[in-house]
């Protein structure tokens, strides 16, 4: 009796320790996730439809035109893509004709998307380019989509459209982590797949305009802890308390990821939770019955019954306090024996006596909270927690935005200690469904009146084919108008973020990395250190470094603003070369990169003055056009005249997209990463021109 009531004491504590804690819990209400700025990030995401099995014919109709090995798909088209298991050869049939393509080969968008009939849900569009590539017997096909868009087709999936916005957006945000954080952990051929080892995907659905919101305003957020992405883990219900992940897996996880009481998925009415009811006074009714009575008999003797329950009470949890992941469960009983009446405690083991018998089975693993409430005569046995229960909760966070809470405030919740960072994400891809305002980062700068006239001349060059005007250097500012695609717009003001504009007699500011230039007239950007007398404009640089990246700095020194990374040999073009810093220009961002880093092309000193640069006649677009390298090398040379004997100003890899102004019968004049020269026309792609 004293270890029976020692055990109702911890009991009734630890209840009256939880009825005190809880009020004050909620009266404080959770700590928002605060909000820092971030540089640019890799947008797209390569998802191996893992869904797909293993096939040998997928069929698909596009929805967009796709391009392959030079041959166009149009829009309402269909091909067939066969897989020869034995040989490792894939073809494309398409329009009748059939292509041998070799073991790998790339559909490539240029708009819209692809439906694959084989997918679990064929009326849905892969918005992207899609990669086939055969290792032995094994196709990989991998859909490599911008991140955003890839986002519109998890949250219908993996919460549904009709959650609360808050709950979306949180959802949103740790789905977009753990993307970014499988990035950068990716294989050769893909980042993540598409089902639940990763995170459920199935193209982008139609409607769901709660799950897009969600996504749009949240773009480019992702949580960090500790200077590195979260592991945001989500569950569907973790049944009223959050688990670690060395208790879920039995491996080292981050320390962050506590157990803690959720009140917010205990109170959901719709969290998962099987129950039985025991009556007190007559448990021969209950379900129980049998189960009482054999127990009954193998403690008390052949032929005891159970007459009455006086309480029910789960202890010894598998894990160390705080976890209420209990093993076992007492029942106090009254019985009767040979007439007579006595009292005793019969004990069962949860998971391998209990659950099965009661079909109170929620999870193969066998990792339901067990519960026990009283109303008045009766016991109600309830068993929660559907999903793994480490991190967030999904059916908490539906509860906390019903509450009233803020997604920051979810996220501050379950992923105690972290912080939101907002990313400005790079989509190479040509354009996509997504709304350009949320692709612009938060970067405020003071606004002040314009120049009386242009310093340079720019057109607008945006993924998502036009771009807004704000009344201030200000993501948040007001858009006065939006600015289409290809548009030339004169520039009063240059800055490494925001450019000050005027277009069609509206003064405001737009985003410089959105912007093609030409020449600019006026210099905009002073270096802080001397430049050298005879800098080599347009020189071309790899990055070479033992970190794997170089920082790309707003000013000449080491304490300055980091405007972005650059990867292990990329390259740029260096405007100004000094001993210890480059004025630098990396897609389109121009800023101060460290000399020592940087591996040089050979540069001819001329001794003389240089003759002229033959230029054949051209014909200046009214609207540039954007062309894609196709050459039969890697890349292709962006020179200084319309002759092979000119000097390189720099190389285009292949595959990129160059903007070019005016095209005459040979070469054309061509613009990438902000400098300006003459390309070959026949190794470019680009639509008709006037």
Not at 507 to 517: D, H, K, Q
Request: glycine content about 8%; some cysteine.
């Amino acid at each position: 009796m004293y270890k029976r009531g020692l055990t109702y004491l911890i009991v009734i504590g630890m209840l009256i320790l939880q009825c005190t804690m809880l009020p004050a819990f909620a009266e404080a209400g959770p700590k928002s996730a605060p909000l820092s700025q971030g540089g640019f990030q890799d947008g797209i995401v390569r998802v191996r439809l893992l869904s797909l099995g293993n096939p040998s014919t997928l069929k698909l109709t596009f929805s967009g035109a796709y391009t392959v090995n030079g041959q166009t798909l149009d829009s309402g088209s269909t091909a067939t893509v066969s897989f020869n298991k034995s040989t490792g050869q894939l073809s494309l049939t398409a329009g009748g004709a059939v292509s041998n393509l070799g073991a790998s080969f790339r559909l490539t968008r240029l708009s819209g998307g692809v439906k694959i009939a084989q997918s679990r849900v064929p009326q849905n569009i892969y918005p992207g380019d899609l990669q086939f590539t055969a290792k032995g017997s094994t196709l990989y096909v991998v859909a490599r989509v911008y991140i955003e868009d890839y986002l519109y087709g998890v949250l219908p999936y993996e919460m549904g459209n009709s959650s609360g916005l808050e709950a979306l957006k949180a959802q949103a945000v740790a789905a977009r982590t753990y993307t970014l954080n499988a990035m950068k952990q990716a294989t050769a051929l893909f980042d993540l797949v598409d089902t639940t080892a990763d995170q459920m995907y199935n193209g982008t659905p139609s409607g769901n305009e709660n799950c897009r919101r969600a996504v749009d305003e949240t773009c480019g957020i992702a949580v960090k802890n500790g200077g590195e992405y979260t592991a945001t883990y989500y569950t569907a219900s973790n049944g009223g308390q959050t688990e670690t992940v060395k208790n879920a897996w039995n491996v080292a996880g981050p320390d962050y990821l506590i157990i803690q009481d959720d009140p917010y998925d205990l109170s959901n009415p719709d969290a998962r939770v099987l129950s039985v009811r025991v009556s007190g006074s007559n448990p021969q009714s209950s379900r129980l019955a049998g189960l009482l009575n054999k127990k009954a008999a193998a403690a008390f003797g052949d032929g005891a019954a159970v007459t009455a329950v006086h309480a029910i009470t789960p202890h010894s949890p598998r894990f160390a306090y705080p976890s209420r992941l209990y093993g076992k469960m007492d029942f106090e009983v009254s019985y009767t024996l040979n007439g007579q009446v006595a009292t005793g405690i019969i004990t069962f083991d949860i998971f391998s006596e209990l659950e099965g018998a009661l079909g109170m089975s929620i999870n193969s693993t066998k990792n339901e909270l067990w519960s026990v409430t009283q109303s008045g005569d009766a016991f109600v046995i309830s068993a929660r927690r559907y999903g793994h229960g480490v991190g967030m909760s999904q059916r908490g966070a539906m509860q906390m935005a019903r509450m009233g809470y803020t997604y920051d405030q979810i996220l501050g919740f379950y992923y105690p200690g972290c912080v939101r960072v907002l990313y400005t994400l790079d989509m190479p891809l040509l354009p996509t469904d997504a709304p350009l305002p949320t692709a612009e980062p938060f970067v405020p700068e003071t606004a002040a009146p314009l120049p009386a006239s242009p310093v340079a001349t720019a057109w607008v060059s945006t993924a998502e084919g036009s771009l807004n005007l704000r009344a201030a250097p200000d993501s948040h500012a007001k858009v006065l108008r939006t600015i289409p695609q290809y548009a030339k717009i004169s520039v009063y003001e240059t800055g490494d973020t925001w450019c000050g504009t005027v277009y069609e007699g509206t003064e405001g500011y737009v985003m410089t990395r959105y912007l093609s230039f030409a020449e600019i007239t006026t210099p905009t950007f002073a270096p802080a250190t001397p430049a050298p007398s005879v800098p080599p404009v347009g020189l071309s640089a790899t990055v070479t470094t033992e970190k794997g990246s170089l920082n790309l700095r707003r000013e000449p020194k080491n304490s300055a603003k980091v405007l972005c990374t650059i990867p292990q040999y990329d390259q740029v073009v260096v405007l100004d070369k000094g001993d210890t810093w480059c004025r630098v220009v990396y897609e389109g961002i121009q800023g101060y990169a460290m000399t020592k880093y940087l591996t040089f092309a050979a540069i001819e000193q001329p001794t003389a003055a240089p003759p002229a640069v033959f230029v054949e006649p051209m014909r200046e677009l009214s609207m540039p056009v954007l062309g894609l390298v196709n050459t039969p090398l890697s890349t292709l040379n962006l020179r200084e005249g319309c002759s092979t004997d000119t000097r390189i100003l720099l190389e285009i890899p292949k595959g990129q997209y160059a903007t070019i102004t005016a095209v005459g019968d040979t070469w054309c004049a061509v613009t990438y990463q902000g400098v300006s020269g003459y390309c070959m026309i026949q190794y470019l792609e680009f639509a008709l021109y006037e």
